[in-house]
């Protein structure tokens, strides 16, 4: 989808960008324990949620089993669980910790995108994911054999 962030998006995506920064210390001392680096990503996710309900960071792709479905029997879906994508953010915010707020933007898109399931589809992700932790969501897709074309083409960009 070609959509542009307005001021008001911007404005909180650098005010993540800020917050995270902050928290780059915190996420730093925390490396060598996992659970509580698990800790620290769940309790830090919430502003990605807030981030990316919007339509820039909806990709457009679609499962082909929600493809012909009334759109209130659909879900935006993160295909890469948001406490999961942490991981990825500060990994990125440790090696650049002076990232501008166009390269977070870049990263925001690449790691917490979303895509729209079926809720029945995504009731099966669900458990999926719960009974293995290490899975993202779109290893989970493919455990529940969930066709979304072009997710891995856009997954390698």
Known sequence: MNTKLNDNQLSNIEETLEDFKVLLK???RLKGD???LRQFFVRNRNPIWDITKSKFFKTGLISEFAKN???TQLVDDHFIQRSKAMRFIFTELDRD???NLNKFIQILKKYCSTVKLSKCEHKKVTI???QNPNYLNY???L???IQ???LSDLMLR
Do not use: Q
């Open 128 to 130: 999926i994911a719960k």
């Open 139 to 141: 290893e989970s897709y």
């Open 26 to 28: 915190r996420y730093r």
């Open 148 to 150: 979304i074309y072009g």
């Open 97 to 99: 910790e002076n990232m």
């Open 34 to 36: 996992e659970n509580r």
């Open 143 to 145: 455990a529940c054999k």
């Open 69 to 71: 479905m009334d759109t």
